[in-house]
Antibody, heavy 118, light 111 residues
Framework: QVQLVQSGAEVKKPGASVKVSCKAS????????VHWVRQAPGQGLEWMGR????????KFAQRFQGRVTMTKDTSISTAYMDLSRLRSDDTAVYYC???????????WGQGTLVTVSS | QSALTQPPSASGSPGQSVTISCTGT?????????VSWYQQHPGKAPKLMIY???ERPSGVPDRFSGSKSANTASLTVSGLQAEDEADYYC???????????FGGGTKLTVL
């Protein structure tokens, strides 16, 4: 079955960077986008961007431009999201999702909690 | 503040129907058929319930339906069941620097 499995929880200090991985299985990795969405504690969903695993092309939400990088390793069907210059308000659960051309995600990974604290 | 507006809460008794609205603009909900809805239970990842306004993925009960009129999309849950109690988020493609926008979420309570 189609599945996305993310890396484990991270604790980072302000100013550091974090890299979250998302390993896909059950489908051809290069046939679908990978979206990244985050959810701060008790808050709603926020789209961060997406990557095309076939071309490596990316599209980011404006507020993350310059601070987020999305990459992929097709040999192991894994996408990565790297967020730099972390602040306390970056504390959130980060999700990846298989993306379709109609801009929706299905299914989603289990989520990765990133805690930013001094 | 979320780009799309949803009521913070909705409720209904088992067996009843409830409709959750999602209001945007002509630059997002009203301009495209790319509206989707997600269900999220506490501590779980979101699950796709509706895509392209009214399409239902395989495995999603036909009690869930979606529609759109002008700049407002709606999710209707018919024959409410206890397991439908969750948070629901709408999402839309947007003709802007942020191509995917979400609503703030609606907490559905089954009384």
């Amino acid at each position: 079955q189609v599945q996305l499995v993310q890396s484990g929880a991270e604790v980072k200090k302000p100013g550091a960077s974090v890299k979250v991985s998302c390993k896909a299985s059950g489908y051809t990795f290069t046939d679908y986008f990978v979206h990244w969405v985050r959810q701060a504690p008790g808050q709603g969903l926020e789209w961060m961007g997406r990557i095309n695993p076939n071309t490596g092309g990316t599209k980011f939400a404006q507020r993350f431009q310059g601070r987020v990088t999305m990459t992929k390793d097709t040999s192991i069907s894994t996408a990565y999201m790297d967020l730099s210059r972390l602040r306390s308000d970056d504390t959130a659960v980060y999700y990846c999702a298989r993306g379709f051309s109609s801009w929706y995600g299905d299914p989603w990974g289990q989520g990765t909690l990133v805690t930013v604290s001094s | 503040q979320s780009a799309l507006t949803q009521p913070p809460s909705a409720s209904g008794s088992p067996g009843q129907s409830v409709t959750i609205s999602c209001t945007g603009t002509s630059s997002d909900v009203g301009g495209y058929k790319y509206v989707s809805w997600y269900q999220q239970h506490p501590g779980k990842a979101p699950k796709l319930m509706i895509y392209e306004v009214s399409e239902r993925p395989s495995g999603v009960p036909d009690r869930f339906s979606g529609s759109k009129s002008a700049n407002t999309a709606s999710l209707t849950v018919s024959g409410l069941q206890a397991e439908d109690e969750a948070d629901y988020y709408c999402s839309s493609y947007a003709d802007s620097n942020n191509p995917v926008v979400f609503g703030g979420g609606t907490k559905l309570t089954v009384l």
